[in-house]
T-cell receptor, first 113, second 113 residues
Framework: KNQVEQSPQSLIILEGKNCTLQ??????????LRWYKQDTGRGPVSLTIMTFSENTKSNGRYTATLDADTKQSSLHITASQLSDSASYIC????????????FGKGTMLLVSP | EPEVTQTPSHQVTQMGQEVILRCVPISNHLYFYWYRQILGQKVEFLVSFYNNEISEKSEIFDDQFSVERPDGSNFTLKIRSTKLEDSAMYFCASTDRGDEKLFFGSGTQLSVL
C-alpha cells in the first residue's frame, strides 16, 4: 500500500530561524514528489515538484531535496517568516497509466515572533 | 493569477439531504479532481475527471457521490443523501496536464447535522 509519512507532526520555531521538514514514502511506481503549503482553512498551494532525476529544487526560501534511493525528501525553510505558519504537506505521485497522489498528514509549522 | 473557485465556502445540511458543491476550474485546464479533508486528517482523493468522464475514483466515492461538468466552466460534486461522516472540507483541483502541478480551490466546508 502506498504511504507517505511526515515528521515532525508539528514544529514551533522563532521568526528568522531555519527549519527542515521530513518526508518518507513507499509509493510505486514513483512519478514525482510534491510539497504543498496549506494555510488554515485554505486549499493546498504547490511549492515544488521533483521527478526521479531531480535531487533538489528551490522556490524562494523553500528548498526541497529528494533521495529516490532511500525514498526520503526534505523541505528546508530559510529565514522563516510569520507567514510561513501553515501545514506543509508531502505528496507523492505514482503513475501506472493514470496518476495517483498519496498525501502525507502534513507538518504543522508555527513561526513565533 | 488564475485560480480555482469554489462555492459555497460553507454548507450546512441535514443528514439525508442532497448537496451540490460547485467548482469553476482554471479555464484552460483539462483534468479536474475532487478531494476531501476531514478535520485533522490528511487530504483524500475522491475522483478525477477528464474528457467528460470519470477517469479514476477512490473507495470513498460510492454510489452516493456523482460528478458533472454541466457546461464549459462548472464542475460539480453531488452527494445524494448526506451522512454525518461526510462532514469535511471538500477541495476541487484542476491541472492542464495529468500528473502536473495541481491548483486547488479554497474548499467548501460541509457540515452534516
Amino acid at each position: 500500500k502506498n504511504q507517505v509519512e511526515q515528521s515532525p507532526q508539528s514544529l514551533i520555531i522563532l521568526e528568522g530561524k531555519n527549519c527542515t521538514l521530513q518526508c518518507n514514502y513507499t509509493v510505486s511506481p514513483f512519478s514525482n514528489l510534491r510539497w504543498y503549503k496549506q494555510d488554515t482553512g485554505r486549499g493546498p498551494v504547490s511549492l515544488t515538484i521533483m521527478t526521479f532525476s531531480e535531487n533538489t529544487k528551490s522556490n524562494g526560501r523553500y528548498t526541497a531535496t529528494l533521495d529516490a534511493d532511500t525514498k526520503q525528501s526534505s523541505l528546508h525553510i530559510t529565514a522563516s517568516q510569520l507567514s510561513d505558519s501553515a501545514s506543509y504537506i508531502c505528496v507523492v505521485s505514482a503513475y501506472s497509466g493514470y496518476s495517483t497522489l498519496t498525501f502525507g498528514k502534513g507538518t504543522m509549522l508555527l513561526v513565533s515572533p | 493569477e488564475p485560480e480555482v473557485t469554489q462555492t459555497p465556502s460553507h454548507q450546512v445540511t441535514q443528514m439525508g439531504q442532497e448537496v451540490i458543491l460547485r467548482c469553476v476550474p482554471i479555464s484552460n485546464h483539462l483534468y479536474f479532481y475532487w478531494y476531501r479533508q476531514i478535520l485533522g486528517q490528511k487530504v483524500e482523493f475522491l475522483v478525477s475527471f477528464y474528457n467528460n468522464e470519470i477517469s479514476e475514483k477512490s473507495e470513498i466515492f460510492d454510489d452516493q457521490f456523482s460528478v458533472e461538468r454541466p457546461d464549459g466552466s462548472n464542475f460539480t460534486l453531488k452527494i445524494r443523501s448526506t451522512k454525518l461522516e461526510d462532514s469535511a472540507m471538500y477541495f476541487c483541483a484542476s491541472t492542464d496536464r495529468g500528473d502536473e502541478k495541481l491548483f486547488f480551490g479554497s474548499g467548501t466546508q460541509l457540515s452534516v447535522l
